[in-house]
């Protein structure tokens, strides 16, 4: 076969040799220059072709929604609003989708006023608009480390100061959270906002404790800070109980002048992506007025609008009941959650077998991801290069400075079908090299009996220092046996 008729192929020679961008050089604006490729965006082309296993973007099942009520839904619209859906719509979003957004933070026991709602092209355009509207260069971006790999490019291309605070099992620990803002407020420098993932955090899969959370709100409002709080996988949950979200926390506490009765300083983001799908391409903000004032302003200059037509399909969508009389999207969220958490639990035996002793993960109650981290000097973007076949993000993708995280991972369990997880986890634990077989702990203690799986451990007391994951040892393989060829996959 020709080459250039191989998968990528032409995409690879488009991009220009050095000296054909020196012309442009003088043409680009300054922060172009700190613009950095989103880790995502580049697994997509990997992943499209079809003998990798992909555990890199945070993809959900998709093929879970049944063709038969995509095909009545569209056919709704286009029979009852196909003028409406083909044209413009406003810049806020249809009244309708407020309505619905609103119903799917009521689930989580958020309550939302829909006037302060923006809807927006995926959750990405959220922290895009954020920064668009807070952020001049050098200004500070408080963020947890590691943080969601598509917020780093983001936060470069507007030249932000992104100070991280390495979370544990808890979340983002809020005494280094206070030490961190003590010492830039001796530096004069105050920060723009607090950018957090409190549920599931991606990429590091845990969750802020309560006592947190409170802290965290209490600490914004001492200090008069901004709060991003990120929340995709809020519904997603596989065990444990609930926690109240950030903004319902701080709306508790709002002044009767923010109006609405929403949050003072927490603006919340929200996305269909991961309870619905992400082709939808439909995400929200729900912000204090003067913020939501911004956004809407700074969206106006980026696309006008979100589109009308998968606005419209949600609202068709949401007006569905199953059998039972009960929301669809209710019920639909429900069977995602059942699958994801067969898939976490898959992913997390896979581990055990094939990183086990050589690595540490965490152990996440929902969301899409698990964070692996592996002993030694393994740089997980050369094992990436090295990779047998399966895609996964690299630790660094998720650190502002791209050096931190060189020997971490980030797994999504979510995607793929069980076998493809087996074998995907199977394939990168092959060229770590090692052996199967349970042999001890990592004091090196022989254990009478095999160790208890993950979900037998204690839970930790909220705001104690705790380790991410048990781990286990494994024997060595010898290098030849590193290398052996792989088996192909039975498709």
């Known amino acids: 076969m020709d080459q250039s008729s191989s998968a990528g192929g032409d995409r690879r020679r488009a991009r220009p040799a050095a000296h054909e961008l020196a012309r442009y050089e003088a043409l680009f604006a300054a922060r172009t220059r700190g613009m950095k490729s989103s880790a995502m965006r580049e697994m997509m082309a990997l992943t499209e072709r079809p003998d990798v296993i992909s555990l890199a973007g945070g993809l959900p099942d998709t093929s879970t929604f049944s063709p038969e009520l995509y095909a009545k839904l569209m056919s709704q619209v286009a029979a009852s609003s196909t003028a409406r859906a083909l044209q413009y719509g406003p810049t806020e979003g249809m009244a309708a989708t407020a309505r619905c957004i609103v119903e799917v933070m009521a689930q989580e026991g958020t309550l939302a006023d829909p006037s302060e709602v923006i809807v927006t092209t995926g959750g990405q355009q959220v922290i895009d608009l954020v920064c668009k509207a807070l952020i001049d260069p050098g200004d500070v971006i408080v963020a947890e480390a590691p943080t969601y790999p598509g917020a780093v490019p983001t936060f470069s291309a507007y030249q932000a100061d992104v100070e991280q605070i390495e979370i544990d099992a808890d979340g983002m620990p809020i005494d280094a959270l206070e030490s961190t803002l003590d010492r830039l407020q001796a530096e004069g420098r105050r920060p723009k906002f607090i950018y957090t993932i409190p549920n599931f955090q991606n990429p590091g899969g845990v ?10 709100v209490q600490v914004a409002r001492e200090r008069e800070l901004l709060v991003l709080e990120d929340n995709p996988y809020g519904l997603l949950r596989y065990e444990g109980e609930p ?11 709002a002044s009767p002048q923010s109006g609405g009765g929403g949050s003072d300083l927490v603006v919340y983001l929200g996305t269909f992506s991961k309870i619905l799908s992400p082709g939808l391409r439909l995400g929200w903000a729900v912000a204090p007025r003067p913020v939501l004032e911004k956004l809407n302003l700074g969206k106006q200059g980026s696309d006008l609008c979100s589109s009308p037509v998968t ?10 009941r199953d059998a039972d009389g009960r929301p669809a999207w209710i019920a639909y969220v429900e069977r995602l959650r059942d699958l994801y958490r067969r898939r ?15 690595a540490s993960w965490t152990r996440p109650e929902g969301g899409l991801f698990i964070w692996a981290t592996l002993e030694g000097n393994v740089d997980t973007t050369d094992l990436l290069a090295r990779s047998e076949g399966v895609a996964f993000v690299p630790g660094r993708a998720a650190y502002m400075d791209g050096r931190r995280g060189s020997s971490s991972m980030r797994l999504n369990f979510a995607g793929v079908p069980d076998a493809d ?15 199967k077989g349970l042999l001890g702990t990592l004091t090196g203690t022989a254990p009478a009996a095999s160790p208890a799986p993950a ?3 204690s839970e930790p007391e909220p ?14 393989r010898d290098a030849a046996d590193a290398h052996t060829a792989r088996r192909r996959r039975d498709r």
Not at 243 to 253: C, G, K, M, R, W
Not at 311 to 320: G, I, K, R
């Open 207 to 216: 969750t802020m404790s309560l006592a947190r959370r409170r802290r965290l």
């Open 243 to 253: 926690l109240p979200t950030l903004y319902s926390l701080d709306a508790e506490n």
């Open 311 to 320: 606005q419209m399909f949600v609202a068709a969508y949401f007006a569905e």
């Open 344 to 358: 976490r639990d898959v992913m997390l035996e896979a581990l055990e077998e094939h990183f086990g002793g050589r």
């Open 421 to 435: 997880i087996r074998e995907g986890i199977k394939r990168i634990g092959r060229i770590m090299g090692g052996d």
């Open 455 to 457: 979900s037998t451990a």
């Open 463 to 476: 705001d104690e220092p705790t380790s991410l994951a048990d781990v286990v040892a494994l024997p060595r």
